[in-house]
């Protein structure tokens, strides 16, 4: 299945930072393995336990960024027609 999700940048780097670490213990994995793992770690926790971490999250505003305003550079003044004197 796929799916996509919104996610802080700090929060999104601890999975490089767990990708590294899994590296180190001999057990590279991919990110999706890495996030169904914690499913599985959160599926195993008590029901205080669960609340607790999912109070522990911050809540984000969900959905795509709008894109920033492009602000258009000022034209360059157009050389005048003519300028260049012919010999």
Do not use: C, H
């Amino acid at each position: 299945m796929r799916d996509s999700f919104t996610i802080p940048k700090d929060e999104y780097a601890v999975i490089e930072t767990l990708k590294q670490r899994a590296a180190t213990l001999a057990q590279p994995v991919k990110k999706s393995e890495l996030l169904r793992a914690g499913l599985k770690v959160l599926t195993d926790l008590s029901d205080s336990a669960l609340r607790s971490a999912l109070q522990a999250v911050p809540s984000i505003k969900t959905g795509r960024p709008k894109a920033e305003a492009v602000v258009a550079p000022t034209a360059a003044p157009a050389a005048k027609a003519g300028s260049k004197s012919r010999k």
